[in-house]
């Protein structure tokens, strides 16, 4: 049994270490499909890797409902470790959920399962983070829409397999709809709500 004494820490530099990562985050919604790196922390906890923990300790407070798949859910380490680094409550209700922590598609529930925000405040939705095995190998993936100068291409492993499939309904959402974040250790791609996606097999 982990105890607080012995739980992984969180950053080294607290505020220099948040700024990187927020700016991180910031740039990979700002420009979907660019791999953006996440500065590497201290330690993790569990199934969490290196750019999920990141994002956590920048994103998640007690303010945050966090919703967490079975393997997250189920591993006392990680529960204990974004319980003491974070305050994020954990919910059992994906529809109340500010943030998903998905530790591999697999896992992943419908996506309509999530708060997907109303007309009138669209904020009001879950930002999805999953991680996958690679963000620069895989299938290639055409992007457009806001943030991308014509196509960008993104090579990434991904499951499941249909999930840009099924991201097609956000487009008839907007401005509603689920924000999704790809993290591969400690890279990370935002495919954002305004962001259509082709898959080209490959």
């Known amino acids: 049994m982990t105890t607080i004494a012995e739980l992984p820490p969180g ?41 999920t923990a990141a994002i956590a300790l920048t994103l998640f407070d007690h303010d945050t409902p966090l919703w967490l798949d079975a393997r997250m859910s189920e591993s006392s380490d990680v529960l204990k470790w974004l319980k003491f680094h974070t305050g994020a409550p954990v919910v059992q209700d994906t529809s109340i959920a500010s943030f998903a922590l998905i530790s591999h598609g697999d896992a992943l529930p419908p996506l309509e399962r999530f708060a997907l925000g109303t007309n009138e405040y669209p904020d009001r939705s879950t930002t999805v983070i999953i991680q996958v095995d690679s963000l620069d190998s895989g ?44 993290v591969a250790d400690d890279a990370v791609v935002a495919i954002p709500r305004t962001t259509r996606i082709v898959n080209k097999g490959g």
């Open 11 to 51: 950053f080294a530099d607290k505020v220099l270490s948040a700024q990187s990562t927020f700016r991180s985050v910031m740039d990979a919604m700002a420009r979907p499909g660019s791999v953006q790196r996440i500065v590497p922390m201290a330690g993790t906890a569990g199934s969490m890797m290196r750019g």
């Open 139 to 182: 299938r290639s993936f055409e992007l457009r829409g806001p943030g991308i100068d014509g196509v960008a291409t993104l090579q990434a492993s991904i499951k499941p397999s249909d999930l840009f499939v099924c991201l097609r309904r956000n487009e008839t959402l907007f401005p509603r709809g689920i924000d999704l974040v790809l």
